[in-house]
């Protein structure tokens, strides 16, 4: 399996962003969770959001409540990540994954498949 993130760039605080991850392989199934992560400079890497399959459970991290939102196109085998209100501190790398199985969110612990991560640049 292979998850290829892309959209990542710099833009402004205030401003919006939309990653998207593209899933691939023989061994995929549509039902994973997908979702993303992220480590900014000198931090840990963190969870971001996730989703389930036909998106019946959401999940995202207190940080990004009310300015992101996550959503998947099943058909596509994508997930993606709508960034708004965009701060410095989201200034980061951010990694799509993905879990076989049925979980109410993703954690380092249940991630079976890590995408290259795709960098976020948010300038004061």
């Known amino acids: 399996v292979q998850l290829q993130a892309s959209g990542g760039g710099l833009v402004q605080a205030g401003g919006s962003l939309r990653l998207s991850c593209s899933a691939s392989?023989?061994?995929?199934?549509?039902?994973?969770?997908m979702g993303w992560f992220r480590q900014a400079p000198g931090k840990e890497r963190e969870f971001v959001a996730s989703?389930?399959?036909?998106?019946?459970?959401?999940s995202l991290a207190d940080s990004v409540k009310g300015r992101f939102t996550i959503s998947r196109d099943i058909a596509k085998n994508s997930v993606y990540l709508q960034m708004g209100s965009l701060i410095p501190q989201d200034t980061a790398v951010y990694y799509c994954?993905?879990?076989?199985?049925?979980?109410?969110?993703?954690?380092?612990?249940?991630?079976?498949?890590w995408g290259k991560g795709t960098l976020v640049t948010v300038s004061s």
């Open positions: 994954a993905a879990a076989r199985g049925v979980f109410t969110s993703l954690s380092d612990n249940n991630v079976n498949y």
């Open positions: 392989g023989r061994t995929w199934s549509r039902s994973n969770n």
């Open positions: 989703l389930s399959w036909k998106g019946v459970v959401t």
